[in-house]
Structures are given as C-alpha cells and as structure tokens.
C-alpha cells in the first residue's frame, strides 16, 4: 500500500494495493466543482455525479445500462390506463447521519411527498431555498403532467397523471427525483438554515456525504446500511481538477484512480500503459452550436443556415475529436430508435453560406459573439478550440465572432438566460428515451424551456413533442420523432455538430467499473485489487 498526498488537496490518501487490509479509498478525478448537492436544482452532469452517491429514486437505471429497475419503490402497479401508479415503498431503508443530525426514523412516504412537492408546490417550505429554480421539473413538463401525489399509508405512494406518459417510470429515476429526508429539511428549517439542506446532503445512497472543500475535494464514506449493490470501498474521494492534463498527471501517478475524461490526445499513450486501462463506447451523447433566434438577425432562418454551412465539421472531428465522432444529422445518435437516417447532413459550403446571407439581406462584416464551453464534456473534447475553429472558418464569410466563456456553473446559468447570440452546449441522454433529446427544443405555453439554449419555438414541432409522451406504440412514436427531425432540420435552431465516443480512463486495479450509456459515473460495485 502507498500512502499519498493530493496536490493542493491537504488530504492523506491511502490507495489499496493487492491484499492490502486496511481502508480502501477510490479517488475519483472529477472535472469540476457542484453548484450544490441538490439535484432537482442542477442541470450539469458535474453536479449530477457529486449527488450521486448519496442519494436513491423511486426507479433507478440498473448500472452501466439504461433498463429501469425498483429503486426506493420495491415494486409498482399502473392501473386506469396509464394514468396511475402506485408505488409500494422499500422498508427499512436508513438515512445517513451527519455530525449535527442524526435521523430518528427510516425513509417512508413522507419523503417521497417532500421531493416532490418541494419542486412542484409553491407554497411548499423549501420551494424558494437556493433560488427555487427546477429546470428538470419543469422542462420534463411535471406540473402539467401531474394531477395528484398521495400516500395511502407510510409505504405506499399512488400518483395520478392528467394524461399517460409511456416515459414516466424512465424519467422518475432521473437524477432530478432523487429523494431527500423531510426529516432533515424541518430540522433544518428549526435552525433557520434550509440552505444547508443542498450543501450538505442526507440521502439513502451508497455512499454519505462527509465534506466539500469548494474547487478542490468532496469526501464520502461508504453507506453499511445501503439496501442496494454495495460499495466495496471504505472511502469514495472526488479530487475536483478542471485541467485534463493535470488529471491524466494524477491518473499516472497514482493519486486518482478514476479519469472520466480524458483528452483524446492522451488515449494512445494510455492505452499503451500497462499501469492503466482505457474503456470506450459510442456515446449517447450531441454536441451543438446553438443560435438565439431573439437575437437578430438569427431569427432569420437563412442566416442561421449560413452560419451552420460554414462551419467544416469535418476538421473539428478530425482535429478535436480526434476521429472519435460522428458528425451529426439529428439531436439524437443513429444508435437510438427513431433515428431517421434520411435527414439530409449539413454541409460545409462557404459559397452557399455568402449567398444566404445576401440573400437574408445581411450586410458583412457583422458581428456575433460565439460562447465556448469552459470545461469538457463527454461530448465536447475541446469547447475552446472548438470556438477558435468556428470563429476562423466564420471570418471566411465575413462574420466576426467574438470568442466569450465563463465558470461553467455561470456559462449555464447565462446562456439557458439567453444572453448569448451563439453558444456551444450539448446533452447526454438521461434516460434511454427519444423525448430526453427532443424536450431540448421543446417549449411550455409558448415559451421556450430553460433548456432550450436558441430559444426556438415550432408550434408543430412542440404538439409533436407533447403527442409522443401518450402514444404508447413505438413505431408510432417513431414517426413522430421523424418529422420533428425533419422540422429541426429545415428551422437550423442549432448546427449539431457531433455524437462522440467516449473514453473513460483508470488505474488497472479498478475492477467493477460501468461505463454508462447515460454519461453518469457510480462507484458503488467498484473495488481495488
């Protein structure tokens, strides 16, 4: 066994070798700090991942796949249709503690209700804490799709839709509905500090939240009580380090065990380490440039058009991703049902793009700004080198870009906002489900959702988007999805620019380890050998 320190970190860290009997530690290089440890009101998969090992849904994804298995609710039954479920609850499923609480009861209906209601209630006690913003809530249309959420006893839940929704078992395990302790939230809200409620989680996960130290360490035990797969590691440690080769540096060296993204660059190099080992899979994933059509002349759809034929996708995937994309034709991969391959690909025209936007009536030079992701995702390698490539192939037509970034947490905030012209962004599937790339275009009473980063909205694109939730024929659904395809195509919102491969890196003593289709990263299963 070697003791280590992390750089910057201040934090001893054993790493297990083979046969080693003391503690075991998993350290995890994580790409970036938590807004907050609340999921329900995240939107980033970096936030997702810290919340993830404290807390548990209804239903769950079975790890490393996208099949919806009991979560906290141990079965359930639909019944009128469709349009109710009841959910019959775990038993004896604990809480964590934390040093100032300690929970005097297990987990039961009342928890369920408080999660629930917390998003949905405005009148509810926590509705306003940390902001009161539920994207996920909101833009998966939950409040209109609710009409009730009632427990019949401590163990049994029964909710009521307006309309049946062939997703809802699949969005329910959704990082959004994890659920909390109502018992913590009242005593907190006793103390006069509900805020603690999203910086210092309770939850019934895997792992319990032991501290954070903002922009550098989270900390977690293992959970003996867990009902569920269980951890087989003491102590799971997020090392928050936004620099990929700074984690690859960590990776080699021993001081993180887990490398979820590494840069494509690195991956011959890895792979040939005998030290380390490289897994990959196509991503469920879409990388898009997408265009604020408030923001003229981007409301018209020619100049939108234009700017989306003069960007050469075909260099960004060979200089950024290195070859291990897909240029894309629609939001979702052709690995997806409903994928419609007949979508005519965008091609790279800088002639037809000059002549669009004459046609458009625009002058050049003109100006945009062009916003690039500060941090890399699954779906995009290199935001900033990405927007460096954008902006020259631009300048070709006379568009000025001007590059513009920010802390991830505020690029979010500002571009779901709508305060940019142009900006990068992307999605990895949450749930298997064509709807959970859609709903990205998707608008509620004419207004487009946070989500919907151009700030489009296609009538028949939306009642589309609205009729495949309740058709509960797949091939029906398909044909829906099709033509929505179609419609995105024509409008251009958005240049999609590419579905990756995504490349997950660690030591080779890891074992247990899944990759997801769904781009979340769990450790409970994991050991060091």
Known sequence: MKAITLAGLGLAVALAGAGAASAKTLVYCSEGSPENFTPSINTTGTSFDAARPVYNRLTEFKRGTTEVVPGLAESW???????????????????????????????????????FNRQWKPDHPYYKVSGGKYDYFN??????????????????????LKTPNVAILANLAMDFMAIGSAEYADFLLKKGTPEQFDQAPVGTGPFSFVAYQKDSVIRYKANPDYYGEKPLVDD??????????????KLKAGECHVNAYPRPADLAEMKADNSLKVISASGLNIAFWAFNVT????????????LALAIDRDA???DVYLGAGEKAKTLIPRTMWSYDDAIPDVPYDPAKAAALLKEAGVATPFDIDL?????????NPN??????MMQADLAKIGVNAKLVTYEWGEYRKRAQGGEDMTAQLGWTGDNGDPDNFFFLDGCTDGKPASNNIPKWCNAEYNDLLVKARVVADQAERAKLYQRMQEIEHDEQPELLVAHSIVSEAMRANVEGYKQSPLGTHAFEGVDLK
Do not use: C
């Open 77 to 115: 039954d639909i019944t009128d249709g469709g349009k109710t479920i009841t959910f019959h609850l775990r038993k004896g499923v604990k809480f964590h503690s934390l040093k100032d609480f300690k929970p005097t009861r297990d987990f039961n209906a009342d928890d369920v209700l408080w999660s």
């Open 139 to 160: 833009d998966m249309d939950m409040p209109t799709l609710l009409d009730s959420v009632e427990k019949t006893d401590d163990y049994t839940v029964v909710m009521k």
């Open 236 to 249: 799971l440690v997020f090392a928050i380090t936004p620099d990929a080769t700074a984690r690859y540096a």
């Open 295 to 306: 923001k003229p002349p981007l409301d018209n759809v020619k100049v939108r058009q234009a």
């Open 316 to 318: 960004i995937i060979k």
């Open 371 to 379: 916003w690039y992701q500060p941090v890399q995702r699954p779906y």
């Open 383 to 388: 935001g900033k080198r990405i927007g460096e």
